[in-house]
Structures are given as structure tokens and as C-alpha cells.
């Protein structure tokens, strides 16, 4: 009776932890994605106080690397670009105004370092915007 008992109690806590890890992944799956996609058009998010201080930015336009905790997940966003992706420059200074850049997302678990979402895209930027 007791061997029974045992087995039905260690059967309980095995589903048990089946179903947290089922529930982390799929929690990680649902918020992993709209995190690098949020991050890939937006560079600089808004952010508390103390999260903007671990937020860093490295580089000058238009290859920076940023990188920091948002929504609980460490980011990592890159941005590069080269003179072939120059669109628009001043006439009078020869300056680069406007040029596609591409940004890759890499969205990680902070525990595991498992990466959860990854997310590229090219997008036109003004020198000057964020």
C-alpha cells in the first residue's frame, strides 16, 4: 500500500514539473518574439529609471550595438550598414543623410542563455533619428 502511495505521489510531482516547464516555454514563446520585433524598430525603448542604466549603446550611427534586460529577457540589437546602403546625401557637404541599415535581434534567456527569438529586418534611417 505504502509502495503505491509513493508512486502516485513522486507520478503527481512529476506532472507537476512537466507542466511548469511546459508553461515556461510556451510563456517564452509568446513574449520572446514581440520583444525582438518591438526592439528592432524601436532602439531606444522606454525604459524605468533603473533599467536604462544597465540599457547600453555602443558604436555611432550606423553600426551601434545595444544591449540590456527588456521584458525580463537579456537583448542584444545590432544595427550595420555599409557605403552600398547610402540613399541620400547632402549635395553641398557630401554628408550621409539617409541610408538602409540592418538590424538583427537576439533575444536570450537570462537564466538558461538559451536563445528564445531572433529577429532581422532592413530599415531606412535619418542620420540624426533614433
Do not use: C
Amino acid at each position: 500500500m505504502l509502495l503505491v502511495l509513493t508512486l502516485g505521489l513522486l507520478s503527481a510531482i512529476a506532472l507537476y514539473l512537466y507542466a511548469n516547464r511546459v508553461a515556461v516555454k510556451a510563456q517564452a514563446a509568446s513574449t520572446a518574439m514581440p520583444t525582438a520585433i518591438s526592439l528592432a524598430y524601436d532602439g531606444t525603448p522606454l525604459l524605468d529609471a533603473d533599467q536604462m542604466a544597465a540599457w547600453t549603446i555602443s558604436g555611432s550611427w550606423p553600426n551601434r550595438i545595444a544591449s540590456g534586460y527588456q521584458n525580463g529577457y537579456w537583448v542584444t540589437r545590432s544595427e550595420s550598414s555599409n557605403d552600398a546602403d547610402i540613399v541620400v546625401t547632402d549635395p553641398a557637404t557630401g554628408n550621409v543623410v539617409m541610408r538602409t541599415v540592418r538590424v538583427d535581434v537576439a533575444v536570450k534567456d537570462p537564466q538558461r542563455g538559451a536563445t528564445l527569438a531572433t529577429f532581422a529586418v532592413r530599415l531606412l534611417q535619418q542620420k540624426g533619428a533614433p
